[in-house]
């Protein structure tokens, strides 16, 4: 997840920014004036992905802490409830009565609300939302992905700045599409002409 999170963070810098310099670019601005559009553009990207997902996955884990209290309260007043309901979520799962009741006892006198937490509510400690971890992920994909547009403006002459800006984001739009698709277990190269087509709708 984490590793799609980065990609389509990578991959909305290099849309975003390339758009953003090729706008500029088309409206005659100088080489100058081009750059500090997608530096710009660069900065406040990473700052309102950053923010975005710190909210976004701040509010989930409030969600998850509050869940996790509401469990801690029903262990305490209903503790052999929780029991037979652990108990048939292994049922559920497919293990025998039999089994599950023996298994649900050893875990909770393991760790009770850990049990609940990953077999009941899904929570567990690598799944676990982390706002600040998932802020700057956020905000350090889209930076490196905005970097590479920006990078090819910087180099790029003036008068072919828009055909290599252009040309250079599809083919890394095109490379992280397949990377997320690789990621999201989908096929790589539909992922890969998925994000080039629309990309390419957007510039023209």
Same mark, same amino acid.
């Given at each position: 997840m984490a590793t799609r999170r980065a990609v389509l963070g990578a991959n909305?810098?290099?849309?975003? *920014?390339?758009?953003?310099? &090729?706008?500029?670019?088309?409206?005659?601005? *100088?080489?100058?004036?081009?750059?500090?559009?997608?530096?710009?553009?660069l900065?406040?990207?990473?700052?309102?992905? %950053?923010?975005?997902?710190?909210? /976004?996955?701040?509010?989930? @884990?409030? *969600?998850?802490? @509050?869940?996790?209290?509401?469990?801690?309260?029903? &262990?305490? *007043?209903?503790n052999k409830g929780e029991h037979k309901e652990l108990a @048939?979520?292994? !049922?559920?799962?497919? &293990?025998?009565?039999? &089994?599950?009741k023996p298994v649900a006892e050893q875990l909770m006198r393991h760790d009770a609300i850990g049990a609940h937490a990953r077999d009941e +509510?899904?929570? /567990?400690?690598?799944?676990?939302?982390?706002? !600040?971890?998932?802020? +700057?992920?956020? %905000?350090?994909s889209f930076a490196v992905g905005a970097g590479l547009p920006l990078l090819v403006t910087a180099l790029a002459p003036s008068a072919g700045l828009i055909l290599l800006v252009s040309g250079t984001s599809l083919v890394f739009l095109a490379f992280l599409g397949g990377l997320a698709a690789h990621a999201?277990?989908?096929?790589v190269t539909i992922g890969a002409i998925r994000v080039t087509f629309w990309a390419h709708s957007r510039w023209q």
């Open positions: 909305d810098g290099i849309l975003s *920014t390339s758009s953003l310099v &090729l706008g500029v670019a088309a409206a005659h601005g *100088t080489h100058r004036n081009v750059l500090v559009a997608g530096v710009a553009g900065v406040a990207g990473a700052m309102s992905m %950053a923010a975005g997902e710190y909210v /976004s996955v701040h509010s989930q @884990a409030d *969600t998850e802490h @509050a869940d996790l209290d509401i469990e801690r309260a029903e &262990l305490k *007043t209903d @048939a979520i292994y !049922v559920d799962r497919g &293990l025998d009565p039999s &089994l599950a +509510l899904g929570i /567990s400690e690598t799944l676990r939302a982390r706002p !600040v971890q998932a802020a +700057l992920t956020s %905000a350090c999201g277990g989908a096929g």
